[in-house]
Structure formats: C-alpha cells, structure tokens
C-alpha cells in the first residue's frame, strides 16, 4: 500500500493531475498507520504482522 502511495504520488506530480497526488497521500498514509500498528505487536486484518 505504501509503494502504490508513493507511484501514485509521483505520476500524480509528473502529470499534474491533483486527484492523483491526493489518493497517493492518503495510501501513503493509511500504510503507514497498518505498519505502525503491525510493528507494535497489534494484530492488522487477522495478521500479527502487516508488511
């Protein structure tokens, strides 16, 4: 999720199209808080460990 978040968020800058540029963010994000939370030992979507 986080790799989709950063190649949306640059073909989103290359091309100039915003809408890009804000779904790669949001994955970015939202990965970012999965991994967090996988790190810690809590479980993410039944796993133990979120990659």
């Known amino acids: 999720m986080i790799v989709l978040g950063v190649i949306l968020l640059i073909?989103?800058?290359v091309i100039g199209f915003p809408i890009l540029w804000t779904?790669?963010?949001?994955l970015v994000v939202i990965g970012l808080v999965l991994w967090?939370?996988?790190a810690v030992g809590h479980t993410v979507g039944?796993?133990?460990h979120y990659f």
Do not use: D, E, Q
């Open 11 to 13: 073909v989103g800058f």
């Open 23 to 26: 779904i790669g963010m949001i």
């Open 36 to 38: 967090v939370a996988g």
């Open 46 to 48: 039944g796993r133990r």
